[in-house]
């Protein structure tokens, strides 16, 4: 289970209606807000794909300028990388491999060019295998 604390920012002038939302909404738990538009809500999901659909109907929400993502904690998501880091070859096998095509390689470094959904597959489906093929 994920836990993510959102901050939400709008305008003054519509805070009362977006804490309402917000309140509302089966997408998060509404915490606290201050008078200059900041509202705090956290987010709960078996994986990183459910927390970024909910943080989507949170940004789709009337007046809602920003909402972004500050805290997460994902204590099994966590451990389970955690073994796959530790467990991994220094140098990936496909980069000491001569029978690929180094164009087919995809590089998933570029943050100007994010796909946080598609890292969010990527990251969930990340298993640990003790016989060195991780995925």
């Known amino acids: 289970m994920n836990i993510s604390s959102i ?3 709008t ?4 805070l009362d209606e977006v804490v309402e939302s917000l309140k509302n909404c089966e997408a998060c738990d509404y915490h606290m807000h201050d008078e200059k538009g900041r509202i705090i809500v956290t987010i709960e999901g078996d994986g990183v794909s459910e927390e970024l659909k909910k ?21 099994d998501e966590l451990n389970a990388h955690m073994d796959v880091i530790n467990n991994s070859d220094i140098v990936p096998k496909m980069l000491n491999d001569d029978s ?30 003790p016989n060195g093929d991780n995925k």
């Open 11 to 14: 305008v003054p002038k519509y």
């Open 100 to 129: 690929i095509d180094p164009t087919n390689i995809v590089y998933n470094g570029d943050l100007k060019k994010k796909d946080l959904e598609g890292f969010a597959r990527t990251f969930d489906n990340t298993e640990f295998n």
């Open 7 to 9: 901050v939400v920012q």
């Open 55 to 75: 943080l989507s109907v949170i940004e789709a929400i009337p007046h809602v300028v920003a909402a972004d993502m500050q805290m997460a904690y994902s204590e």
